[in-house]
């Protein structure tokens, strides 16, 4: 038997390199937190005044030198600290001397950043137990609706989720999240004081916890859920209990038609009753617990035009504090009463604190040094608008800022940019793009997109058009597209198939020329309104069970908008 002897290489990464790559990657709001975290956690850390230009360029050449040394092969402690010295000399002398007032402004400032760390929302199930145990309920009661409450999900409902992979076609492989609900006799068996039947489950299921806040919460599917978020004070509260439990079905695939047959209801007010459905009623209510604060875009970069028509490029410094070492806290190692431990702590925290004050500065040139890159290409962009973005791809600004395409990548993910054109992700300037068949150029995607929503937005709503029509309507404007292309760029840009698209109060109106109807949107719009944290995808509601006790799972919004 032959053997062979295969040698293979192994990048190893310096623990420097990873923790550069992890704050070039965060974005702005999470190097906030992290720089807020480590001021609390390491003593060699410090606020500094905010530079003027001078002082500004100076610190980015001193950032740029080479990094701090820790030699351990046979030097002395203090010939080790006279190194740190020199190497830091120069950092702290051409400052100015801060006065004892302006220190201990410096020291309130640190404590005021350590407090403005925002508090931990409450979980789901933390808000849960907190309003139970304000319920005037005997023990066993008590416990046993904390039990069920351990069993519910995320979004609120009774059972749990789990993703898998699925496959369409040779290369479209994605995840889907599919809901399981647990039997109530599963939670019944599990509960630690027996005997407990599932019927006894039901009653504290029914009586107690789903009269908790919020509406729908420990539902078993999502008809029961939409129901339970019902009141007297609801508009069109009859119309929609009928709705929901007999037409959720109809209602996802736009069957207005179906559900006039079955209710005789005319279609005004079938359509009324489904914008009360989807603006006023929560399919998941679960998920506005557990997560912070709205989290506001905070642009990393701006770009603003000059008197000369050319661009200008500068970070945006405010929202990070400023960092540096302390020296007073470098002195404590000069102290002979350190016993080792101590003194190898107090080394790697300096060490730690270096580190981050370089990555930190090595994130900000990155981050400039690519956005300028990217607007050189994208001028057109900037010039004359959206429609004119060129195709650009990660390689090329690499390979002109001189770095790696993931240091690229790294760079601009979750990184916004402020522009004469609005406020954009660094991610939306780039994509490929086809050779526009009128004119020869080369046509970013991003431009058929915007074509394709151009399209939809011009169609007639009582007969909009379909998949192939649309493919037909961009071939004949020079973009060679196929339809899976236009299928997959609608569901991007959250646009419901032809079908879900069609307004039956147009078609009415054309059917009757004289009928005065009140014309809505048969479908919603792309970016949905009313609650933040709504699905961005598809009709408001899918594939339901048709009573509110069976156990089906609560398919996510985007299943309703397969054609």
């Known amino acids: 038997m032959d053997m062979q002897l295969i040698q293979g290489q192994k990048m190893i990464l310096a623990p420097r390199m990873i923790q550069s790559m992890e704050i070039l990657q965060l974005p702005l709001a999470d190097l906030q937190a992290r720089i807020e975290r480590e001021l609390q956690e390491n003593p060699f850390l410090e606020l500094r005044e905010r530079l003027g230009e001078a002082a500004s360029s100076r610190a980015k050449e001193e950032s740029s030198a080479e990094p701090l040394h820790y030699d351990e092969s046979g030097a002395s402690e203090y010939e080790r600290l006279e190194q740190l010295n020199r190497e830091w000399e120069g950092v702290f002398d051409d400052e100015p001397r801060l006065s004892r007032s302006a220190v201990e402004e410096a020291g309130e400032r ?102 908790l806040d919020p509406p729908g919460v420990g539902a078993r599917n999502m008809a029961e859920c939409l129901l339970l978020q019902i009141t007297e004070e609801t508009p069109h509260a009859d119309m929609l209990r009928v709705l929901i439990r007999d037409h959720l079905e109809d209602i996802a695939h736009n069957r207005l038609p179906v559900i006039q047959r079955a209710t005789h209801w005319d279609i005004p007010a079938i359509q009324a009753a489904i914008e009360t459905l989807r603006h ?27 008197d000369d028509g050319n661009y200008t490029v500068r970070l945006v410094e405010d929202w990070v504090p400023p960092i540096r ?32 004050v370089k990555a930190v500065e090595q994130r900000r040139q990155t981050i400039l040094k690519v956005t300028q890159a990217i607007i050189e290409h994208q001028r057109p962009f900037l010039d004359l608008g959206p429609e004119h973005i060129q195709p650009l791809k990660m390689q090329q600004i690499a390979e002109q800022v001189g770095v790696h395409v993931t240091t690229v990548s790294r760079a601009v993910d979750e990184k916004w940019v402020q522009t004469p ?94 009928a005065q109807v009140e014309v809505s949107s048969a479908y919603p719009p792309p970016h949905p309104a009313g609650r933040p944290d709504a699905p961005e995808a598809g009709p408001a509601f899918p594939s339901p069970s048709l009573g509110p006790a069976a156990e089906q799972p609560p398919a996510d919004m985007e299943e309703a908008s397969r054609p």
Not at 281 to 301: M, Q
Not at 327 to 346: A, I
Request: charged fraction near 35%; hydrophobic fraction near 35%.
């Open 110 to 211: 640190k404590l005021e950043v350590m407090a403005n760390v925002p508090d931990r929302a409450p979980s789901l199930q933390e808000h849960l137990a907190a309003q139970i145990a304000e319920w005037d309920l005997d023990d066993r009661t008590r416990r046993l609706a904390l039990h069920i409450c351990s069993y519910i999900d995320r979004t609120g409902y009774l059972g749990t989720r789990v993703s898998i992979r699925t496959r369409r076609g040779q290369r479209d492989e994605h995840e889907e999240e599919i809901f399981r609900p647990v039997p109530l006799s599963e939670i019944a068996a599990t509960f630690d004081e027996q005997p407990t039947t599932a019927e006894e489950v039901e009653q504290v299921l029914l009586n107690v916890v789903q009269k």
């Open 280 to 306: 006023q009623l929560d399919p998941k209510p679960g998920l506005r617990f557990g997560e912070s604060e709205a989290r506001y875009v905070l642009p990393d970069v701006i770009v603003e035009r000059t």
């Open 325 to 356: 070492i302390s020296r007073r806290t470098v002195e404590l190692l000069r102290r002979t009463d350190l016993d080792e431990p101590t003194r190898q702590m107090l080394r790697k925290k300096l060490q730690a604190a270096d580190w981050l």
């Open 421 to 514: 054109r609005g406020l954009f992700p660094l991610k939306r300037f780039f994509g490929g793009g086809k050779a526009n068949e009128q004119t020869g150029e080369d046509v970013a995607y991003e431009v058929i997109k915007q074509k394709l929503l151009e399209l939809v937005a011009q169609e007639d709503k009582a007969n909009p058009l379909s998949d192939e029509e649309l493919v037909a309507r961009l071939n004949a404007a020079g973009y060679p597209v196929k339809r899976r292309t236009v299928t997959k760029y609608r569901k991007l840009l959250n646009i419901p198939s032809s079908r879900q698209r069609k307004d039956w109060s147009r078609v009415e109106a054309r059917a009757d020329p004289t």
